[in-house]
T-cell receptor, first 111, second 113 residues
C-alpha cells in the first residue's frame, strides 16, 4: 500500500529564515511526486512535479528535490505570503493515475 | 483557476437526507476525481472517472455514489448523509496523459447535522 508521510506537521519561521519540509514515501513504482500549496478555505494549488531521483525544480523561493525515498521542499528567505499548508502526493506507475496524499505541513512565516 | 467550479460551495443538511455535489469543468479533461479532506487524514480519494459513464472507487467510497453523463460534469451523491460525512469535498481534473497534473476546484464545505 502506498504511503506518504510529511514532516513536520507544523513549522513556524521568522521572515527570511530558510528551512525545508520533508515528504517520505513508499510506493511500488513511482510515476511522479507532486507538491501543492493550500491556503485556508481554498483548493490545493499545484507547485511542482518530480519524476525521477535527482530531479530538482524551482519557483521563486521554493525548490523541490527528489530521492528514491523522499522529497524535500526547500524554502529560501521566506516571506509572510509563503504561509500555507504544503501537500505532497505520489502517483504510482500501476493503477489509474490516482494520487495518494500526505497530511501536509502547515507553514507559518512571521514578519 | 483550472476551469473547475463546484456547487454548492457550502451546504448544511440533516442526517438521512440525500445530497448531491456537482463538479463542472470547462477544459474537456478525461479524468475527474472526488476527494474529501478532514483534519488528521489529509486528502482521500472517494471516486474517480476516466470517461463518460466510466467510474471507479477510491479508498473511502462507502456511502457515496457518482455519475458522469457528460464530459464536463461529475456528480457526487450521498444517498443518506451521516455526520461522519461532514467534510470539505474537492473535485479535481486531469488530462489523459500519464504525466499530466491534477488540478483542484475550490471545494464544497458540507455539514451534516
Amino acid at each position: 500500500e502506498d504511503q506518504v508521510t510529511q514532516s513536520p506537521e507544523a513549522l513556524r519561521l521568522q521572515e527570511g529564515e530558510s528551512s525545508s519540509l520533508n515528504c517520505s514515501y513508499t510506493v511500488s513504482g513511482l510515476r511522479g511526486l507532486f507538491w501543492y500549496r493550500q491556503d485556508p478555505g481554498k483548493g490545493p494549488e499545484f507547485l511542482f512535479t518530480l519524476y525521477s531521483a535527482g530531479e530538482e525544480k524551482e519557483k521563486e523561493r521554493l525548490k523541490a528535490t527528489l530521492t528514491k525515498k523522499e522529497s524535500f521542499l526547500h524554502i529560501t528567505a521566506p516571506k509572510p505570503e509563503d504561509s500555507a499548508t504544503y501537500l505532497c502526493a505520489v502517483q504510482e506507475v500501476q493503477g489509474a493515475q490516482k494520487l495518494v496524499f500526505g497530511q501536509g505541513t502547515r507553514l507559518t512565516i512571521n514578519p | 483557476d483550472a476551469g473547475i467550479t463546484q456547487s454548492p460551495r457550502h451546504k448544511v443538511t440533516e442526517t438521512g437526507t440525500p445530497v448531491t455535489l456537482r463538479c463542472h469543468q470547462t477544459e474537456n479533461h478525461r479524468y475527474m476525481y472526488w476527494y474529501r479532506q478532514d483534519p488528521g487524514h489529509g486528502l482521500r480519494l472517494i471516486h474517480y472517472s476516466y470517461g463518460v459513464k466510466d467510474t471507479d472507487k477510491g479508498e473511502v467510497s462507502d456511502g457515496y455514489s457518482v455519475s458522469r453523463s457528460k464530459t464536463e460534469d461529475f456528480l457526487l451523491t450521498l444517498e443518506s448523509a451521516t455526520s461522519s460525512q461532514t467534510s470539505v469535498y474537492f473535485c479535481a481534473i486531469k488530462g489523459g496523459g500519464a504525466r499530466e497534473t491534477q488540478y483542484f476546484g475550490p471545494g464544497t464545505r458540507l455539514l451534516v447535522l
